[in-house]
């Protein structure tokens, strides 16, 4: 087969091979970034579903608009104002098959083939995936506590031709679990507009938060025009039902619908009206606050046990929400050969590399801390402790 130019950048990712094997019942896995599955509302998803057949059946079964379900646009965007204060309506909100498809589809608006987009150093790896997917050019941009530093961000931008994007997660942020400051979005959204540059704030994390106070997002700021959000149903309620979405100008809004069009219609009507019915059923409050109940128990386990068995030289994030830790070991340890030795002892995590557009760090590794209870986290987290004092003695 004579595959497009496009396929030569793309590569099977690390997570997806590593799932393969995490799924066996007997490793302990902080692999995958999976919401606590014992945590779905599945009878009232049940009821849901019933309801929505029952008495909406015909039009739940049928084609519907690109846009999406109207209601539930109409629902996200009151969310988003009561949430973050924008003023958005239906008119700014598209429906997608998960936030993955809302990078897919923004990625589509945006890059030409040699476009640069400008990410944090380490960012997610599938956003990584979609930008190699139209021919962009990733360049990292460096971080600290706060974000991303601005004086890298500038230097780039000032020597740097064809930037067309910055792409950032900047709430509990996957895979670092940190969070930027108030003043850093500020900085960086007033950099982007000085050099033309859309920003992409993807935050599919941003509830349920276990401390901490949510600041404004980038996208309710004054002059965000050229700030496109995604969000995404997966960590509030469930993945599967793989709903998402794109907040945006009114004018971007209809250039994303022409894409999505060509792209696959229209996102599933059945389950966008499942998760209105949901919604109206139940309170999506109350639902998140038993979320942070079980993940701030699980988070601050992962916290105490790496205090107890990694080394104290261990440099870690402190997640105020979302589903991992970030970990910067002691430089002689790499990841990547750390993790081939702990799968025998039946313990997975990430090794960072996979998070790097340009340079990986070798001795860092994500933890995920949602899908197990606080004993299993504990119990591998001592073996990882085990194995890392192990590698340092040798
Ligand atoms: N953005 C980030 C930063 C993610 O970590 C993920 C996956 N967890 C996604 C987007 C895609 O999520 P989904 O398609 O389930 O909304």
Redo the contacts with the bound molecule.
């Keep these: 087969m004579r595959y497009a130019d496009r396929m030569e950048n793309l590569t099977a990712s690390e997570i997806r091979e590593l799932l393969k094997v995490t799924n066996r019942p007997e490793i302990i896995s902080f692999a995958g ?1 999976l919401p606590a599955a014992e945590l779905f509302p599945i009878e009232e998803m049940a009821a849901a579903s019933t309801a929505v057949l029952k008495n909406q059946g015909e039009q739940a079964l049928q084609y519907s608009t690109t846009e999406g379900v109207f209601p539930l646009r109409e629902w996200i965007a009151q969310r988003e104002n009561n949430r973050i204060g924008t003023q958005l309506t239906a008119e700014n909100i598209l429906i997608t ?7 897919d589809l923004v990625g589509k608006l945006l890059i030409n083939k040699s476009d640069v987009i400008l990410c944090e150093s380490p960012t ?1 790896l ?2 990584l995936n979609v930008f190699k997917t139209f021919e962009g050019k990733i360049l990292e941009v460096q971080t600290d506590q706060e974000g991303m530093i601005v004086s890298d961000l500038e230097n780039l931008l000032a020597t740097t031709a064809d930037v067309k994007l910055i792409y950032v ?1 900047p709430t509990f ?2 895979p670092s679990g940190k969070t930027w400051s108030l003043e850093r979005k500020q900085q960086v959204l007033e950099i982007a507009n000085r050099y033309d540059v859309a920003i992409i704030e ?1 935050a ?2 941003e509830e349920p938060r276990y401390s901490g106070e949510l600041t404004p997002p980038m996208f309710s700021f004054p002059k965000a025009e050229n700030v496109i959000r ?1 969000g ?4 509030v309620l469930c ?1 599967g039902l ?1 709903i ?1 979405w794109i907040s945006a100008d009114a004018a971007v809004i209809e250039k994303l619908v022409l894409i999505k069009q060509s792209t696959d219609l229209q996102s599933n009507t059945f389950a966008q009206m499942q998760i209105f019915q949901f919604l109206q059923a139940n309170s999506i409050d109350d639902h998140i606050a038993k979320l942070v109940k079980t993940y701030r128990l699980r988070r601050d386990a992962a916290i105490s046990a790496i205090e107890t068995y990694f080394p104290k030289n261990t440099q870690y994030t402190y997640p105020e929400g979302g589903l991992f830790i970030w970990l910067e070991l002691p430089e002689e340890i790499n990841t990547t050969e750390l993790l081939e030795k702990s799968l025998d002892r039946k313990v997975a995590f990430v090794s960072g590399e996979s998070f790097y557009a340009e340079n990986p760090k070798l001795n860092t590794l994500r933890l995920n801390f949602s899908c197990m209870d606080e004993a299993r986290i504990e119990a591998g987290m001592k073996i990882l402790g085990g194995l890392i004092a192990e590698e340092l003695a040798m």
């Excluded at 998960?98 to 990078?103: D, K, V």
């Excluded at 995404?232 to 960590?235: D, E, L, M, R």
């Design positions: 970034g098959h998960g936030s993955q498809q809302a990078l997610y599938s956003a997660i942020q996957n993807d599919p994390y995604t995404s149903f997966s960590k993945p793989r998402g």
